[in-house]
């Protein structure tokens, strides 16, 4: 269905997705895929640290590299809107994901979240600031998208490649820049 929207509308679609595969059988990743117009799913990215039940790339780093090589650790695609890369939730609080990407030339990180109301990441303060900062520190624009949720929720916003807030759909949802 996704894939169907996609080719619909033209769109690149980004969603986070608990991940089985074939080669890691009773484990399960946290990946975001990204779906393009032509092709279905262009790009996977498995999240890069465990902190739940759900497997890292580094739990099983010898299948895992030979299973998809090495360059599935942050992979990137080429599209007609520019070179995409993806960090899954609060893996933007770690800046070697985003940094990565940035070194391979990703012009937009595309971030999906899940976060529920009034989750502040890690319950660190300044969370919600992160998103900009690594923005601006890897000049690319990052989109992070949550789940359309109730009031409390981290809000989906972009910003540009100077850590300026250029987009912020949620209704009344404060500017965190």
């Known amino acids: ?4 929207a996609s080719r619909r509308t033209g769109a690149w679609i980004a969603v986070q997705v608990p991940e089985r595969h074939d080669a890691f059988p009773g484990r399960h990743f946290l990946s975001c895929v990204i779906v393009g117009p032509d092709d279905g799913i262009a790009l996977v990215h498995r999240k890069g640290y465990s902190l739940s039940l759900r497997t890292s790339p580094i739990d099983v780093y010898e299948r895992f590299v030979e299973v998809f ?3 599935a650790f942050h992979p990137v695609i080429d599209t007609p809107i520019g070179r995409l890369g993806a960090v899954i939730g609060a893996e933007l609080h770690w800046p070697e994901v985003c940094r990565s990407l940035a070194l391979k030339g990703t ?7 899940a976060a529920a109301p009034h989750l502040d990441y890690l319950q660190r303060a300044g969370a919600l600031q992160v998103r900009p900062v690594r923005a601006f520190e890897n000049m690319v624009y990052l989109a992070a998208a949550n789940i359309a949720g109730p009031e409390g929720a981290p809000p989906s916003t972009i910003f540009d490649y100077k ?14 820049t």
């Not at 269905?1 to 169907?4: L, V």
């Not at 012009?107 to 979240?113: A, D, G, S």
């Not at 850590?163 to 965190?176: L, T, Y």
């Open 163 to 176: 850590g300026a807030s250029i987009a912020n759909p949620v209704p009344d949802a404060p500017d965190i």
């Open 1 to 4: 269905r996704i894939a169907e």
């Open 107 to 113: 012009q937009v990180v595309l971030n999906p979240i």
């Open 69 to 71: 090589g090495k360059d």
